[in-house]
């Protein structure tokens, strides 16, 4: 257990600000348009105009590329109030985070400088190239490798499951720069959209989330320059990832938190509306325990999040572990509070007519991605056995 349980969870008036913001825009641009943007499976542009007018981009990054500064908390915000609205358009949005990310924690201050200054202004937007279609979970397994000649290397693989694929102008693409060191041998690389030998695979079509496109990052014969490696060293792209997963994973778990806290309003009005047996369904005590045991869970993710938020922020050794302890309880809660958000909505629930069968549907992949849920629950338990032994 972390030594530093007294830790201030309180909002800055620059963080308040920007809730205010956020929820203002989340209302009025993302609320209205969801539905259709999830029937038509539409990456949200126009929604993103309206954040760029609002400086949400900004609001992701720190002063020294032209960031708001708002730290860690200001993810966090950010996070649950979109996904509050519509997590299909938090993915997408914070697609270019995760992409952000290797570059944050491991470039060099002109690479920083010359690929997210132009992010944090709205300018471009980030995909994150990790996983492979026989590398998941797995990750030490990827096949896709970079081999260097002369000033360039020279990609050749295939990464699955990119977020924002195809319209992300910049992608941190992992790659093998010496497969006999297995996760040392790994680097990360930026490649812009439009370089030879880079193309996409189709648009998956998907359960949840629709509007966040989904696709393969292909890679034949593509030469990116050497000065393109994150850090400008090879070999460290395995630690980029994790530092990268330590600290978007809290930001996952907020999105879980505003995807349950969203499920979780609709439920609640709806229980307040609907009369069966001449009352509303809301005084059957059956229905009171589902909404308290919801709201327990929420409040329970909530606070899971804002410290591992805090603690990200404050760097030691027990990030990953309570990163993934909040990703991994947020994750199953707002799938269990959208599970009995339609439950109390009975057979209207269950159809396109209500906001819960799509709360349903989005919620799904905060347990798969970013490390599955049973990922987690391996990282909190080896961190758990570790530290017993150090104990010993
Ligand atoms: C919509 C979507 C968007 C995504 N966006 C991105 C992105 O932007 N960038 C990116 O790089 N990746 C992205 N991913 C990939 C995502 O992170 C992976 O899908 C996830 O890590 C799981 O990998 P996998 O799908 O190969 O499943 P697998 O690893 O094959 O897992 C299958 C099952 O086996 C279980 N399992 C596997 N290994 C173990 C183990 N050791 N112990 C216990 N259980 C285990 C898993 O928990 C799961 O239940 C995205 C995926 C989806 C579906």
């Known amino acids: 257990m972390s030594d530093d349980l007294m830790l201030d969870l309180s909002f800055t008036e620059d963080q308040l600000s920007?809730?205010?913001?956020?929820?203002?825009?989340?209302?009025?641009?993302?609320?209205?348009?969801?539905?259709?943007?999830?029937?038509?499976?539409?990456?949200?542009?126009?929604?993103?105009?309206?954040?760029?007018?609002?400086?949400?981009?900004?609001?992701?990054?720190?002063?020294?590329?032209?960031?708001?500064?708002?730290?860690?908390?200001?993810?966090?915000?950010?996070?649950?109030?979109i996904a509050y609205g519509c997590l299909g358009v938090g993915t997408a949005f914070l697609a270019t985070k995760l992409g952000s990310l290797p570059i944050e924690v491991g470039g060099t201050p002109e690479q920083k400088k010359k690929w997210l200054e132009p992010v944090a202004a709205g300018e471009k937007t980030v995909a994150f190239g990790l996983t492979e279609p026989g590398a998941g979970s797995d990750v030490p397994a990827m096949t896709t490798i970079a081999e260097k000649k002369g000033e360039k290397y020279i990609l050749n693989g295939t990464k699955q499951w990119i977020s924002g694929a195809g319209q992300a102008d910049i992608y941190t693409v992992f790659a093998m720069t010496n497969k006999s060191r297995g996760t040392r041998g790994i680097s990360c690389f930026v490649v812009e959209k439009g370089t030879p030998g880079f193309s996409f695979g189709k648009k998956e079509e998907k359960l949840g989330i629709r509007c966040?496109?989904?696709?393969?990052?292909?890679?034949?014969?593509?030469?990116?320059?050497?000065?393109?490696?994150?850090?400008?060293?090879?070999?460290?792209?395995?630690?980029?990832?994790?530092?990268?997963?330590?600290?978007?994973?809290?930001?996952?778990?907020?999105?879980?938190?505003?995807?349950?806290?969203?499920?979780?309003?609709?439920?609640?009005?709806?229980?307040?509306?609907?009369?069966?047996?001449?009352?509303?369904?809301?005084s059957f005590q059956a229905i009171q325990h589902m909404l308290a045991d919801m709201a327990m869970g929420i409040e329970a993710s909530r606070l899971m999040t804002y410290r591992a938020a805090k603690m990200a922020e404050k760097g030691g050794k027990d990030v990953g572990r309570f990163s993934a302890m909040?990703?991994?309880?947020?994750?199953?809660?707002?799938?269990?509070?959208?599970?009995?958000?339609?439950?109390?909505?009975?057979?209207?629930?269950?159809?396109?007519?209500?906001?819960?069968?799509?709360?349903?549907?989005?919620?799904?992949?905060?347990?798969?991605?970013?490390?599955?849920?049973?990922?987690?629950?391996?990282?909190?338990?080896?961190?758990?056995?570790?530290?017993?032994?150090s104990k010993m």
């Not at 539905?35 to 609002?54: C, G, I, R, Y």
């Open 326 to 389: 909040a990703k991994c309880f947020a994750a199953d809660t707002a799938m269990k509070v959208a599970t009995d958000a339609i439950q109390i909505h009975g057979g209207y629930g269950y159809t396109s007519e209500y906001p819960v069968e799509k709360y349903f549907r989005d919620a799904k992949i905060l347990q798969i991605y970013e490390g599955t849920s049973q990922i987690q629950r391996n990282e909190i338990a080896a961190g758990l056995i570790k530290e017993a032994a």
């Open 212 to 282: 966040s496109e989904t696709r393969q990052l292909i890679f034949e014969d593509c030469e990116v320059p050497a000065e393109n490696i994150v850090g400008l060293r090879e070999n460290n792209g395995f630690l980029h990832a994790l530092k990268t997963l330590n600290l978007s994973r809290p930001a996952v778990a907020a999105s879980a938190v505003g995807t349950a806290q969203g499920a979780f309003d609709c439920a609640i009005q709806y229980a307040r509306e609907r009369e069966q047996f001449g009352v509303k369904i809301a």
């Open 18 to 81: 920007l809730r205010e913001l956020v929820r203002d825009v989340v209302k009025n641009e993302v609320v209205p348009a969801r539905a259709e943007l999830d029937a038509n499976h539409e990456w949200p542009t126009k929604v993103f105009e309206k954040f760029k007018e609002a400086g949400l981009f900004s609001a992701l990054f720190e002063e020294e590329v032209g960031g708001m500064g708002l730290g860690m908390m200001g993810n966090i915000i950010l996070s649950e109030e």
